[in-house]
């Protein structure tokens, strides 16, 4: 198994409901081949080796974000994200906030006023097998958030299996 499509796990700390009740839900999941690696060592061998070619078009995006009043992160955050230990709800991890985090999930997303996303890295223990579960959650506010969606999906579904494939091939999963 690579990168394959699937539902957000029920265990997860997204919740059923809000997953399904938002305008945008999808799901990837991917096997671990070090399940001894603790949720923040997932987090960053799949969200901390960005390539450059994604990275400069997450800055290009977020510099027109700003200009429509959205809070975005900065350059830096995008080009080297601080990798620390220690993580808890309401510090960041790469880019964004903590919302949850437990020993086998993490939730971070961001708040706008046109759409709101939240970002879970759930590991998945099931019989021999231990999986890593990315789901983005997308809750929108208005039309500039549908709309900001359309432009940005087809972006995001290839940018998330490309980094959930970089890692399962790197063997940093």
């Given at each position: 198994?690579?990168?394959?499509?699937?539902?957000?796990?029920?265990?997860?700390?997204?919740?059923?409901?809000?997953?399904?009740?938002?305008?945008?839900h999808d799901s990837y999941r991917a096997a671990l081949a070090h399940p001894e690696l603790g949720i923040v060592d997932i987090f960053f061998a799949l969200f901390g080796h960005t390539p450059l070619w994604m990275k400069l078009l997450l800055?290009?995006?977020?510099?027109?974000?700003?200009?429509?009043?959205l809070d975005t992160p900065t350059i830096g955050e995008v080009m080297s994200p601080a990798i620390r230990s220690g993580h808890r709800v309401g510090d960041k991890i790469g880019p964004w906030p903590i919302y949850f985090i437990a020993e086998n999930e993490i939730v971070a997303g961001r708040d706008n006023k046109?759409?709101?996303?939240?970002?879970?890295?759930?590991?998945?223990?099931?019989?021999?097998?231990?999986d890593v579960v990315v789901t983005t959650v997308c809750t929108v506010h208005n039309v500039f958030g549908k709309i900001y969606l359309f432009v940005i999906l087809p972006f995001h579904r290839t940018g998330v299996r490309a980094l959930m494939s970089n890692a399962v091939a790197a063997r940093r999963l």
């Open positions: 198994m690579d990168v394959v499509d699937c539902n957000c796990p029920s265990d997860s700390a997204l919740g059923r409901e809000f997953v399904e009740s938002a305008y945008f800055i290009v995006r977020n510099v027109i974000a700003r200009f429509a009043g046109h759409l709101d996303f939240r970002l879970s890295v759930l590991k998945v223990k099931g019989g021999v097998a231990t």
